[in-house]
Protein backbone atom coordinates (compact mmCIF):
# COMPACT_ATOMS: atom_id res chain seq x y z
CA UNK A 1 0.00 0.00 0.00
CA UNK A 2 1.31 3.04 -1.15
CA UNK A 3 1.95 5.29 1.82
CA UNK A 4 0.17 8.56 3.07
CA UNK A 5 1.45 11.78 3.13
CA UNK A 6 0.04 12.85 6.74
CA UNK A 7 -0.23 17.28 7.49
CA UNK A 8 -0.91 17.87 10.96
CA UNK A 9 -2.55 20.99 12.62
CA UNK A 10 -1.03 21.97 15.96
CA UNK A 11 1.22 19.73 18.14
CA UNK A 12 -1.41 19.06 20.57
CA UNK A 13 -0.34 16.21 23.12
CA UNK A 14 -2.56 13.96 21.51
CA UNK A 15 -0.95 13.58 18.38
CA UNK A 16 2.01 12.03 19.47
CA UNK A 17 -0.01 8.96 20.35
CA UNK A 18 -3.01 9.29 18.22
CA UNK A 19 -1.19 9.85 14.69
CA UNK A 20 2.72 9.95 15.14
CA UNK A 21 3.03 6.30 16.96
CA UNK A 22 0.37 5.04 14.64
CA UNK A 23 2.56 6.23 11.53
CA UNK A 24 5.94 4.77 12.85
CA UNK A 25 4.25 1.51 13.43
CA UNK A 26 2.29 1.36 9.74
CA UNK A 27 4.46 3.28 7.34
CA UNK A 28 3.15 6.24 6.41
CA UNK A 29 4.81 9.62 6.45
CA UNK A 30 4.52 12.61 8.49
CA UNK A 31 5.14 15.84 5.78
CA UNK A 32 4.83 18.69 7.82
CA UNK A 33 3.49 19.79 11.46
CA UNK A 34 2.55 23.76 12.11
CA UNK A 35 1.34 24.85 15.55
CA UNK A 36 1.18 28.68 17.04
CA UNK A 37 4.17 28.35 18.36
CA UNK A 38 6.82 27.48 16.31
CA UNK A 39 9.47 26.44 18.97
CA UNK A 40 6.73 23.79 20.22
CA UNK A 41 6.08 22.52 16.40
CA UNK A 42 9.94 22.25 16.07
CA UNK A 43 10.17 19.79 19.16
CA UNK A 44 7.35 17.78 18.26
CA UNK A 45 8.78 17.20 14.77
CA UNK A 46 11.92 16.28 16.31
CA UNK A 47 10.38 14.10 18.58
CA UNK A 48 8.31 12.14 15.99
CA UNK A 49 10.66 12.63 12.68
CA UNK A 50 8.67 14.63 10.72
CA UNK A 51 9.66 15.89 7.98
CA UNK A 52 9.53 20.00 7.95
CA UNK A 53 8.37 22.79 10.32
CA UNK A 54 5.79 25.40 8.05
CA UNK A 55 5.05 28.87 9.23
CA UNK A 56 0.52 27.86 9.81
CA UNK A 57 -2.30 25.49 9.24
CA UNK A 58 -3.15 27.21 6.19
CA UNK A 59 0.19 26.11 4.71
CA UNK A 60 -0.15 22.51 5.91
CA UNK A 61 -3.20 22.85 3.68
CA UNK A 62 -1.45 24.12 0.64
CA UNK A 63 1.26 22.29 1.01
CA UNK A 64 1.33 19.44 -2.63
CA UNK A 65 2.89 16.81 -0.79
CA UNK A 66 0.29 16.68 2.18
CA UNK A 67 -2.43 14.30 0.74
CA UNK A 68 -4.41 13.55 4.17
CA UNK A 69 -4.99 16.10 7.26
CA UNK A 70 -4.69 15.23 10.99
CA UNK A 71 -6.78 17.77 13.42
CA UNK A 72 -6.39 17.43 16.93
CA UNK A 73 -7.22 21.34 17.37
CA UNK A 74 -9.79 22.03 20.58
CA UNK A 75 -12.98 21.41 20.02
CA UNK A 76 -14.12 24.64 18.48
CA UNK A 77 -11.69 24.26 15.48
CA UNK A 78 -12.45 20.71 14.42
CA UNK A 79 -15.20 21.55 12.42
CA UNK A 80 -13.85 25.43 10.64
CA UNK A 81 -10.74 23.11 9.83
CA UNK A 82 -12.05 20.35 8.89
CA UNK A 83 -14.00 22.40 5.71
CA UNK A 84 -11.10 24.41 5.04
CA UNK A 85 -9.25 20.98 4.90
CA UNK A 86 -11.86 19.85 2.65
CA UNK A 87 -11.92 22.90 0.40
CA UNK A 88 -7.66 22.97 -0.06
CA UNK A 89 -8.74 19.14 -1.68
CA UNK A 90 -7.26 17.21 1.48
CA UNK A 91 -8.57 13.81 2.95
CA UNK A 92 -9.28 14.69 6.76
CA UNK A 93 -8.68 12.47 9.98
CA UNK A 94 -10.23 14.74 11.94
CA UNK A 95 -10.15 13.94 16.28
CA UNK A 96 -13.90 13.65 17.87
CA UNK A 97 -15.78 15.44 18.03
CA UNK A 98 -16.13 16.05 14.63
CA UNK A 99 -17.62 19.41 15.00
CA UNK A 100 -19.33 21.95 17.21
CA UNK A 101 -22.67 20.88 16.61
CA UNK A 102 -24.80 18.99 14.56
CA UNK A 103 -25.46 21.95 11.76
CA UNK A 104 -21.62 22.33 11.33
CA UNK A 105 -21.14 18.58 11.19
CA UNK A 106 -23.62 18.76 8.22
CA UNK A 107 -21.86 21.04 6.14
CA UNK A 108 -18.82 19.50 7.00
CA UNK A 109 -20.53 16.56 5.37
CA UNK A 110 -21.99 18.50 2.46
CA UNK A 111 -18.56 20.03 1.86
CA UNK A 112 -16.57 16.63 1.57
CA UNK A 113 -19.06 15.10 -0.52
CA UNK A 114 -19.05 17.84 -2.56
CA UNK A 115 -15.48 17.84 -2.95
CA UNK A 116 -15.15 14.20 -3.31
CA UNK A 117 -13.08 13.64 -0.42
CA UNK A 118 -12.96 11.79 2.73
CA UNK A 119 -13.48 12.97 6.01
CA UNK A 120 -13.49 10.29 8.99
CA UNK A 121 -13.90 11.17 12.90
CA UNK A 122 -11.61 9.63 14.96
CA UNK A 123 -13.60 6.97 17.49
CA UNK A 124 -10.72 5.05 17.21
CA UNK A 125 -11.93 2.42 19.58
CA UNK A 126 -14.33 1.23 17.59
CA UNK A 127 -11.69 -0.22 15.50
CA UNK A 128 -9.92 -2.21 18.46
CA UNK A 129 -10.67 -6.04 19.10
CA UNK A 130 -11.89 -5.31 22.20
CA UNK A 131 -14.50 -3.20 20.61
CA UNK A 132 -15.02 -6.08 17.92
CA UNK A 133 -15.27 -8.28 20.54
CA UNK A 134 -18.06 -7.15 22.32
CA UNK A 135 -20.19 -6.65 18.31
CA UNK A 136 -19.10 -10.29 18.03
CA UNK A 137 -20.71 -11.42 21.18
CA UNK A 138 -24.09 -9.91 19.74
CA UNK A 139 -23.78 -10.96 16.15
CA UNK A 140 -23.07 -14.37 17.22
CA UNK A 141 -25.83 -14.58 19.87
CA UNK A 142 -23.62 -15.52 22.86
CA UNK A 143 -25.37 -12.87 24.80
CA UNK A 144 -28.70 -13.45 23.70
CA UNK A 145 -30.65 -10.53 22.62
CA UNK A 146 -29.66 -6.85 23.73
CA UNK A 147 -31.03 -5.47 26.66
CA UNK A 148 -29.25 -2.98 28.49
CA UNK A 149 -26.14 -1.09 27.97
CA UNK A 150 -23.97 1.25 30.39
CA UNK A 151 -21.35 3.40 29.16
CA UNK A 152 -18.76 5.13 31.68
CA UNK A 153 -16.43 7.88 31.11
CA UNK A 154 -15.00 9.17 34.16
CA UNK A 155 -11.57 10.94 34.33
CA UNK A 156 -9.74 13.30 37.10
CA UNK A 157 -10.11 16.92 36.23
CA UNK A 158 -7.84 18.99 34.05
CA UNK A 159 -5.87 22.50 35.31
CA UNK A 160 -9.04 25.07 35.34
CA UNK A 161 -6.67 26.68 32.28
CA UNK A 162 -7.47 23.75 30.27
CA UNK A 163 -9.03 24.71 26.69
CA UNK A 164 -11.76 21.78 27.92
CA UNK A 165 -13.44 23.73 30.42
CA UNK A 166 -13.85 26.79 27.84
CA UNK A 167 -17.34 26.88 26.14
CA UNK A 168 -15.65 28.95 23.42
CA UNK A 169 -13.54 25.95 22.76
CA UNK A 170 -16.08 23.74 22.63
CA UNK A 171 -15.18 22.58 26.08
CA UNK A 172 -17.20 20.34 28.20
CA UNK A 173 -18.03 16.79 29.80
CA UNK A 174 -19.79 15.49 26.88
CA UNK A 175 -17.73 16.86 24.17
CA UNK A 176 -14.52 15.80 25.67
CA UNK A 177 -15.54 12.43 27.31
CA UNK A 178 -19.43 11.69 26.83
CA UNK A 179 -18.87 11.51 22.97
CA UNK A 180 -17.44 7.67 22.96
CA UNK A 181 -20.44 6.55 25.90
CA UNK A 182 -23.15 8.26 23.45
CA UNK A 183 -21.01 6.47 19.90
CA UNK A 184 -20.70 3.44 22.06
CA UNK A 185 -24.51 3.56 22.33
CA UNK A 186 -24.80 4.05 18.69
CA UNK A 187 -22.78 1.54 17.46
CA UNK A 188 -24.84 -1.43 18.86
CA UNK A 189 -27.56 -0.49 16.47
CA UNK A 190 -27.42 -3.59 14.22
CA UNK A 191 -28.86 -5.67 17.22
CA UNK A 192 -31.33 -3.27 18.79
CA UNK A 193 -33.26 -2.48 16.00
CA UNK A 194 -31.63 0.37 15.20
CA UNK A 195 -29.86 3.53 16.77
CA UNK A 196 -31.21 4.22 20.38
CA UNK A 197 -33.47 7.81 21.21
CA UNK A 198 -32.80 10.11 23.93
CA UNK A 199 -35.46 9.52 26.90
CA UNK A 200 -33.74 12.22 28.93
CA UNK A 201 -30.29 13.67 30.36
CA UNK A 202 -29.12 15.28 33.26
CA UNK A 203 -26.44 17.52 33.62
CA UNK A 204 -23.81 19.78 36.42
CA UNK A 205 -21.78 22.51 35.15
CA UNK A 206 -18.27 23.32 35.81
CA UNK A 207 -18.12 26.24 38.57
CA UNK A 208 -16.89 29.45 37.08
CA UNK A 209 -17.66 28.50 33.55
CA UNK A 210 -21.11 28.90 32.95
CA UNK A 211 -22.79 26.54 30.20
CA UNK A 212 -20.15 24.22 30.64
CA UNK A 213 -20.95 20.59 31.77
CA UNK A 214 -18.68 19.14 34.05
CA UNK A 215 -21.21 15.58 34.24
CA UNK A 216 -23.72 14.34 32.49
CA UNK A 217 -25.97 11.13 32.97
CA UNK A 218 -27.98 10.24 29.42
CA UNK A 219 -31.03 7.60 29.13
CA UNK A 220 -31.31 5.89 26.13
CA UNK A 221 -33.59 3.53 24.58
CA UNK A 222 -33.31 1.28 21.57
CA UNK A 223 -36.16 0.49 19.27
CA UNK A 224 -35.83 -3.29 20.28
CA UNK A 225 -36.90 -2.47 23.83
CA UNK A 226 -33.17 -2.00 25.27
CA UNK A 227 -32.15 0.40 27.66
CA UNK A 228 -29.12 2.30 27.23
CA UNK A 229 -27.33 4.56 30.41
CA UNK A 230 -24.35 7.19 28.87
CA UNK A 231 -22.61 8.92 31.56
CA UNK A 232 -19.36 11.48 31.71
CA UNK A 233 -17.61 13.33 34.28
CA UNK A 234 -14.63 15.09 33.93
CA UNK A 235 -14.13 15.86 37.67
CA UNK A 236 -14.07 12.54 39.13
CA UNK A 237 -11.98 11.05 41.52
CA UNK A 238 -10.57 8.26 39.41
CA UNK A 239 -10.41 7.58 35.81
CA UNK A 240 -12.75 4.81 34.73
CA UNK A 241 -13.57 3.61 31.22
CA UNK A 242 -16.11 1.09 30.99
CA UNK A 243 -18.70 -0.67 28.31
CA UNK A 244 -21.47 -3.06 29.64
CA UNK A 245 -23.65 -5.04 27.59
CA UNK A 246 -26.26 -7.54 29.12
CA UNK A 247 -27.75 -9.66 26.99
CA UNK A 248 -30.98 -12.62 27.83
CA UNK A 249 -28.10 -15.15 27.86
CA UNK A 250 -25.35 -13.08 29.55
CA UNK A 251 -23.13 -10.03 29.80
CA UNK A 252 -19.77 -8.71 28.64
CA UNK A 253 -17.43 -5.65 30.36
CA UNK A 254 -14.51 -4.05 28.97
CA UNK A 255 -12.68 -2.63 31.26
CA UNK A 256 -11.23 0.26 29.31
CA UNK A 257 -12.61 0.46 25.74
CA UNK A 258 -11.19 3.48 25.02
CA UNK A 259 -7.96 3.09 25.85
CA UNK A 260 -7.46 -0.69 25.25
CA UNK A 261 -3.46 -0.63 25.27
CA UNK A 262 -3.90 -0.13 29.33
CA UNK A 263 -6.12 -2.79 29.56
CA UNK A 264 -7.67 -5.64 26.99
CA UNK A 265 -9.75 -7.35 29.31
CA UNK A 266 -13.45 -8.31 28.33
CA UNK A 267 -15.24 -10.11 31.15
CA UNK A 268 -18.13 -12.60 29.73
CA UNK A 269 -20.47 -14.11 32.54
CA UNK A 270 -22.89 -16.61 31.57
CA UNK A 271 -24.89 -19.95 31.81
CA UNK A 272 -21.26 -21.37 32.19
CA UNK A 273 -19.45 -18.94 34.43
CA UNK A 274 -17.18 -15.67 34.64
CA UNK A 275 -14.23 -15.61 32.10
CA UNK A 276 -11.76 -13.12 30.96
CA UNK A 277 -10.41 -13.07 27.85
CA UNK A 278 -7.29 -10.87 26.85
CA UNK A 279 -7.74 -9.59 23.18
CA UNK A 280 -4.61 -7.53 22.87
CA UNK A 281 -2.61 -4.79 24.28
CA UNK A 282 -2.14 -2.69 20.35
CA UNK A 283 -3.11 0.69 20.09
CA UNK A 284 -7.01 1.66 18.73
CA UNK A 285 -4.73 4.54 16.99
CA UNK A 286 -3.10 1.92 14.80
CA UNK A 287 -6.07 -0.02 13.54
CA UNK A 288 -7.78 3.96 12.94
CA UNK A 289 -5.16 4.54 10.86
CA UNK A 290 -5.00 1.02 9.09
CA UNK A 291 -8.71 1.34 8.36
CA UNK A 292 -8.35 4.51 6.90
CA UNK A 293 -6.15 4.06 4.65
CA UNK A 294 -7.70 1.16 3.39
CA UNK A 295 -10.28 3.25 2.81
CA UNK A 296 -8.70 6.10 1.05
CA UNK A 297 -6.28 3.43 -1.02
CA UNK A 298 -8.18 0.45 -1.30
CA UNK A 299 -12.22 1.85 -0.94
CA UNK A 300 -12.42 -0.58 1.91
CA UNK A 301 -15.50 0.85 3.75
CA UNK A 302 -15.45 2.82 7.47
CA UNK A 303 -17.18 1.52 10.44
CA UNK A 304 -18.15 5.40 11.06
CA UNK A 305 -18.70 7.56 7.92
CA UNK A 306 -20.14 11.10 7.10
CA UNK A 307 -23.93 10.11 7.95
CA UNK A 308 -22.66 8.76 11.34
CA UNK A 309 -20.85 11.84 12.64
CA UNK A 310 -23.33 14.05 11.80
CA UNK A 311 -26.13 11.95 13.69
CA UNK A 312 -23.39 11.30 16.90
CA UNK A 313 -23.11 15.45 16.96
CA UNK A 314 -27.45 16.00 16.92
CA UNK A 315 -27.42 13.33 19.86
CA UNK A 316 -24.63 15.35 21.93
CA UNK A 317 -26.91 18.62 20.83
CA UNK A 318 -30.14 16.84 21.80
CA UNK A 319 -28.20 15.51 25.34
CA UNK A 320 -27.46 19.38 26.32
CA UNK A 321 -30.72 20.55 25.00
CA UNK A 322 -32.73 17.43 26.93
CA UNK A 323 -30.00 18.78 30.16
CA UNK A 324 -30.46 22.17 30.14
CA UNK A 325 -27.15 23.47 28.62
CA UNK A 326 -27.11 24.96 24.67
CA UNK A 327 -25.02 23.07 22.47
CA UNK A 328 -21.23 24.15 21.73
CA UNK A 329 -21.37 27.36 19.43
CA UNK A 330 -19.67 27.37 15.67
CA UNK A 331 -16.80 29.36 14.68
CA UNK A 332 -16.55 31.81 11.78
CA UNK A 333 -15.35 29.73 9.01
CA UNK A 334 -11.19 29.69 8.42
CA UNK A 335 -10.36 32.13 4.94
CA UNK A 336 -7.85 30.38 4.07
CA UNK A 337 -5.09 33.26 2.20
CA UNK A 338 -6.27 35.41 5.16
CA UNK A 339 -3.19 36.92 6.98
CA UNK A 340 -4.76 36.23 10.22
CA UNK A 341 -5.11 32.62 9.06
CA UNK A 342 -2.62 30.16 11.33
Known amino acids: MTALRIGILGAARIAGKAIAAPAAAT ?37 PEVDVVYNPLPNAWHGPWNLAAVQAGKHVLSEKPFASNAEEAAAVRAA ?21 RLHELLETGALGELRAVEADMFMPAPDDTDPRWSLELGGGAVMDLGCYSLHAHRALAPWAGGP ?13 RPGVD ?6 LEFPNGATG ?19 TRGEAVAANFVQPHLDDRVT ?13 LRSSYTYQLEAFAAHLREDAPLK ?9 MQ ?28
Open 304 to 312: NGLDDAVDT
Open 112 to 132: ATGAGVRVMEGFHYLYHPVTR
Open 27 to 63: GHRLVAVAARDRDRAERFAADHNVERVLDSYADVLAD
Open 315 to 342: LIDDCYRAAGLAPRPRQAPIRLGSPATT
Open 229 to 247: RARCHMAAPAWKFTCRIVG
Open 268 to 280: ITDAAGCRVEHVG
Open 214 to 219: EWLDAD
Open 196 to 208: PALVGARAGERAG
